[in-house]
């Protein structure tokens, strides 16, 4: 039987960075979904720049809209427009996105197949035995990036560590390019309200870190009715979890590493998930090729390449707790130029979190 230099189970934005940087460097990938591509998926499709930036190819042929400016509402009604000279993020249909990843990866030289589930994981001294209902498959490595309910963390991993949100999002037909991305405060206690413009629609969703918000239909169409108005017609509603906790994971598997939903690298403030999930990907492959190498251990590698990651998850861990408490803290900060101007940077560019906390503390001394 092949013995794949690694097996990836998931072939979204996490699976597919891992799998494209492995196979562009020659070695054997075996990279299993149960979906069949274009797949709906539950997302709102902004990519930030610096997620556009860690990806080893242009999407550009899949961008709907290049978005420079944005405004944030808070829950006594007040805006505040911000504005860029550069673009802050990109909004791209989840759906080709992942199409578009997927036959990208292919072409570098990764193996495709659909599989109808995982029923064992065997994680030996040099390889590891992945069993479907299918087939059976080894591989010297594996990879679970299979999202947030992901088969290979509960089969590997005791997972006290992982915590999930949830979202739900509609889309309403409309003329979006003259439209804001909003982020709204109001309706929900613990996260946010979103609007999302994508050229020829506008995506709209609710996002709680709160389990008793129950976010459902009815409640974002309501939203929908007081934003838009009565004449609003929303359609392909879905709701997601997103999984979180990369910060507090403990690593300990030699040859089974967890990206993306799968190992908790969603951002708990933003809900930003793709971002963590291409840097877990392509660092679980750097590690990977690592030991392949002989340069390094590939676990003592994952955990040095995804630190400065899962700090920063941390640190957004702890200022998502302290402004859903009390967002008009955050609101405070937003109206001072330099604050905005670091926060901004953070979220498009990808600023270390510590530096703005600092700022933030220098600057609000009796508010941080």
């Known amino acids: 039987m092949k013995v794949w230099d690694a097996i990836i189970i998931g072939a979204g934005p ?16 075996l990279l299993l979904d149960k979906a069949e591509f274009p797949r709906i998926k539950a997302c709102a499709g902004g990519l930030t720049m610096k997620t556009v930036r860690a990806l080893c190819y242009s999407i550009e042929p899949v961008v709907r809209q290049s978005i420079d400016r944005m405004v944030l509402e808070e829950r ?8 860029s000279r550069k673009t802050i993020c990109v909004m791209t249909e989840r759906s080709e996105l992942d199409a578009f990843c997927l036959a990208k990866t292919i072409e570098a030289g990764a193996v495709f197949q659909r599989i109808q589930g995982i029923t064992g994981i065997d994680e030996r001294a040099d390889e590891v035995v992945v069993t479907t209902q299918d087939t ?11 999202g947030v309910n992901s088969q290979v963390r509960r089969m590997t991993s005791d997972s006290p560590w992982f915590r999930k949100a949830f979202a739900i999002e509609a889309n309403i037909p ?5 439209e804001d991305l909003v982020f709204d405060f109001a309706p929900v206690a613990s996260g946010y309200g979103w609007v999302f413009p994508k050229r020829d629609h506008v995506n709209v969703g609710l996002y709680s870190l709160d389990a008793d918000e ?39 598997r030699d040859r089974v590493f967890l990206a993306g939903d799968a190992g908790g690298f969603v951002d708990m403030l933003t809900g930003e998930g793709i971002y963590g999930a291409v840097i877990s990907g392509q660092s679980a ?53 330099l604050l905005r101007s670091a926060i901004l940077k953070g979220y498009a560019d990808g600023l270390n979190l510590s530096v703005l906390v600092k700022t933030a503390r220098r600057l609000l001394p009796d508010r941080a």
């Open 285 to 337: 492959a750097a590690a990977i090729l690592s030991d392949l190498n002989q340069k390094a251990l590939a676990k003592e590698s994952f955990v040095r390449l995804t630190e400065n990651l899962r700090q920063n998850l941390g640190i957004a861990e702890r200022i998502a707790t302290s402004f859903y408490a009390n967002p008009q803290r955050g609101f405070r900060a937003m109206k001072m130029p």
């Open 214 to 252: 129950k976010l459902n239909r009815t409640r974002l169409s309501t939203y929908i009715a007081n934003r838009f108005g009565n004449s609003a017609r929303p359609a392909n509603f879905i709701g997601q979890h997103a999984g979180f906790g990369a910060a507090q994971h403990h690593i300990d």
């Open 76 to 83: 006594d009604s007040s805006r505040i427009p911000v504005k």
């Open 14 to 29: 996490a699976g597919c960075a891992c799998a494209y940087d492995l196979a562009s460097a020659g070695k054997s990938v």
């Open 136 to 146: 059976v498959s080894r591989g010297r490595f594996l990879v679970g990036a299979d």
């Open 174 to 178: 409309r003329h979006a390019l003259d």
